[in-house]
């Protein structure tokens, strides 16, 4: 095997562990401050685009902010990803890594209120 056709097999390799769009490690659940600040900007960003659009017209007092998202992820996660309701439409759907953002930002959210001592259901 020639050094061309190693880094040609390498990137083959990579590419196809590291841009699987259904990988739950493209944004794995994060550990630092920063990183949730991060996750939480982009989930954030995420519910700009895709669910206030809508929400702003219909249903002004649900418009996701910076400030009530955290407060509303459990409600997220019911119409996402239970329900599957939202979004609504056939022009607005998740693509599969902002779906893996959100469910790590609300994964994230929930531990944080979850008091200790209580397991996670199964």
């Known amino acids: 095997m020639t050094f061309t056709n190693g880094l040609i097999l ?3 390799v990579f590419h196809c562990f590291a841009f699987r769009p ?7 659940p994060l550990k630092s ?6 996750l939480k900007e982009k989930a954030f960003e995420i519910l700009r685009i895709k ?3 809508c929400h702003a017209i219909k249903r002004k007092p649900q418009v996701f902010t910076k400030l009530n998202m955290d407060t ?16 609504k439409g ?3 759907k998740l693509s599969a890594n902002e779906t893996v953002i959100l469910e790590n930002w609300i994964e994230t959210v929930l531990k944080s209120k979850k ?7 199964r």
Do not use: H, W
């Open 22 to 28: 259904d990988a739950k490690y493209i944004y794995s």
């Open 33 to 38: 401050t920063r990183s949730q600040e991060d």
């Open 51 to 53: 669910c206030n659009t």
């Open 72 to 87: 509303l992820a459990s409600e997220i996660y019911e119409q996402v990803f239970i329900k599957k309701k939202m979004p």
């Open 10 to 12: 390498l990137f083959a």
């Open 90 to 92: 056939r022009k607005v």
């Open 115 to 121: 008091p200790s001592g209580i397991k996670k259901s």
